[in-house]
């Protein structure tokens, strides 16, 4: 699991009263034939386990992600992003705290053939919410708001050699709320655009809600 933020990767303990201005991050990364990494972007903490109070984030992000798959056999690679203006990927709390950060996210996916005519296939995971990608099982959000632009673009390259599968899901404060979390009295006042692939989830508030994800 990788990360990639401003003050913490992985925080099990209390943040607060944090205000980051103009973070202006610019993340670049690049991917040949690896499979299953997960990669966590915020302004404020990576993975949350612990309690964030109180904090904002004013400024942007800017995501640029490429995922080559090419194998002598062919392969099948899947890469994982959380994009979060405060968290990447909440598993604690989060209460009282304000994203207006401009999140700009770009991934393109390079299909090839592999030596001995194995077709390679991509499989890229995209959650991503102006406040935190993921809101996990057992996570908690409440008291909280965003209100900022989320710009999602794709494109692929050399699909006649494969197969690309692209699965977004963008919020205007959470891409996915995972059963068993809980997101109460939170709004968000988001301008979200792009994402047209067949699997794209896009909302308001939360790009996907899971039966048994509670929001109040």
Not at 126 to 137: A, P, V, Y
Not at 141 to 153: F, M, R, V
Not at 189 to 212: H, K, P, W
Request: contains cysteine; proline residues 0%; glycine residues 12%.
């Amino acid at each position: 699991e990788q990360f990639i933020e401003s003050l913490k990767d992985e925080s099990e303990g209390v943040i607060e009263n944090v205000n980051i201005v103009n973070p202006n991050m610019l993340v670049d990364i690049n991917i040949k034939n690896l499979n299953g990494l997960i990669y966590n972007i915020s302004s404020i903490v990576g993975l949350n386990k612990g309690e964030i109070n109180n904090c904002t984030v004013n400024g942007r992000i800017n995501v640029n992600n490429k995922l080559y798959s090419y194998g002598t056999y062919g392969c099948n690679n899947s890469v994982y992003y959380n994009v979060g203006g405060i968290a990447g990927n909440n598993i604690g709390k989060i209460t009282s705290c304000f994203s207006n950060i401009e999140i700009q996210y770009h991934s393109i996916a390079e299909i090839g053939q592999g030596e001995n005519y194995g077709k390679s296939r991509s499989h890229v995971y995209s959650r991503i919410g102006l406040l935190s990608g993921i809101n996990d099982k057992n996570g908690s959000i409440s008291k909280s708001y965003s209100d900022a632009q989320l710009t999602y673009t794709y494109q692929t390259i050399n699909t006649t050699d494969g197969s690309s599968h692209n699965y977004v899901m963008m919020g205007g404060l959470v891409g996915y709320n995972l059963s068993g979390s809980t997101i109460n009295e939170c709004y968000s006042n988001a301008d979200i655009s792009g994402g047209t692939e067949t699997l794209t989830y896009v909302g308001g508030l939360v790009g996907i809600n899971d039966d048994n994800a509670e929001i109040n």
